[in-house]
């Protein structure tokens, strides 16, 4: 026997919730000789499918849920099951598991469900005594057994033959019992399709009276609407006449702009030529000092009388005082011309930031009504 290696399904199914007659056990002897191996014989019916986890095993008379077996043996699968062979089967029992007292056992087949299929008829484990041995001593006692054994025979292939009506009449109430569940369930399936069409037709049913109520709604909104237009209309109309007085009104800056930028044009000619004569001046003085550096040189080197070297000297000094004061008067006149530069700067930027705020008022006074505001092309000037 393969060693155990898991529990099998079982359940605590009452007796009176089993189904014996799909599992017909066959051969089965009164009584088995401990010690020894056990094949037991066993018949599928027609309508039952035997599955992976289905099993058979030993239970004592008496028992009353699956969990009560005392050993068990798998099922083996049939290859084929439309087969007449395969409806028969036999799994063996290992004399090492099988019980060693002389209670009344009996086969029993349970599916994976944990329900008993099938149960055979009670049995003992018990040795073969001197009551089990008939001795045949007159010739009158052996003709009185043969016809006993006869009625025996008869009336053993009537309860075989009534067997199998009852099995026959069984499949036929199973099949029957089938085709009533099928079409049970064939009945749920319509009434649950029934039940959902009436829910869809109830929520389409709600689902209409929610658009009707949004309809008048929109219809509501419709003639907020269209008093919203009326009102927008005559806001637009006032807003082109202020738009007219602002287009106006920003040709006129454009032109002040145009002036100035003219102006500023100008000063800037007149800056650049006050740095080209500032750039004169102080190449001026640059030379200046250098004469006044080889002047300085060649008073050191006269050799001439200390009067005429004090004349050259006063001459020297008084020129390059004079050149001083040249180039400080070219530097005050560059001064106030970098002053009036730099306020010229400034008025044309607070220029540039007043056109800019008109240009700003205008776009802001057209996106509410949706023109489109067209500024005239403005150059800038970089200072």
């Not at 018949?43 to 969990?67: A, E, N, S, Y």
């Amino acid at each position: 026997m393969e060693e155990i290696i898991e529990d099998p399904p079982t359940s605590a199914v009452m007796l009176d919730h089993c189904h014996f007659s799909q599992v017909i056990f066959n051969s089965v002897e009164k009584f088995y000789i401990p010690g020894g191996d056990i094949t037991c014989h066993y018949t599928l019916t027609q309508h039952f499918i035997p599955r992976r986890k289905d099993w058979i095993g030993i239970f004592r008379v008496g028992w009353k849920t699956t969990r009560e077996y005392y050993t068990f043996m798998w099922v083996t699968l049939p290859i084929d099951e439309n087969t007449e062979s395969a409806k028969q089967h036999e799994v063996e029992f290992k004399a090492y598991y099988l019980p060693k007292d002389d209670e009344y056992y009996q086969f029993c087949y349970v599916d994976q469900d944990g329900v008993v299929r099938g149960a055979s008829i009670p049995f003992q484990f018990r040795p073969e005594n001197e009551e089990d041995i008939l001795v045949v001593t007159t010739q009158g006692e052996v003709e009185e057994i043969e016809q006993h054994n006869k009625e025996l025979c008869k009336e053993n292939q009537q309860l075989k033959d009534n067997c199998i009506s009852f099995q026959k009449q069984n499949s036929d109430l199973q099949a029957e019992l089938q085709k009533k569940q099928e079409e049970l369930e064939t009945l749920k399936s319509i009434n649950q399709k029934l039940e959902q069409k009436v829910r869809a037709q109830k929520d389409w049913e709600t689902e209409l009276i929610q658009l009707k109520e949004q309809n008048q709604k929109m219809s509501s909104e419709n003639e907020k609407m269209k008093v919203s237009v009326d009102q927008l209309q005559v806001q637009l109309s006032n807003q082109e006449k202020e738009m007219e007085k602002l287009v106006q009104g920003d040709q006129d800056k454009t032109e002040q702009l145009e002036h100035l930028k003219k102006e500023n044009g100008q000063l800037f000619l007149s800056l650049t030529e006050q740095r080209e004569h500032q750039k004169k001046l102080e190449q001026t003085v640059k030379e200046m000092k250098q004469k006044e550096t080889t002047a300085v040189k060649q008073q050191r080197e006269l050799t001439e009388p200390r009067n005429k070297r004090r004349a050259v000297e006063k001459q020297l000094v008084q020129e390059v005082e004079r050149l001083k004061a040249k180039v400080e008067a070219g530097k005050a006149c560059c001064l106030e011309k970098y002053r009036e530069c730099h306020r010229l700067h400034k008025d044309i930027r607070q220029l540039r930031a007043a056109a800019l705020e008109v240009k700003q008022d205008q776009k802001s006074q057209q996106e509410p009504v949706g023109m489109v505001s067209q500024e005239p092309a403005v150059s800038t000037v970089i200072g």
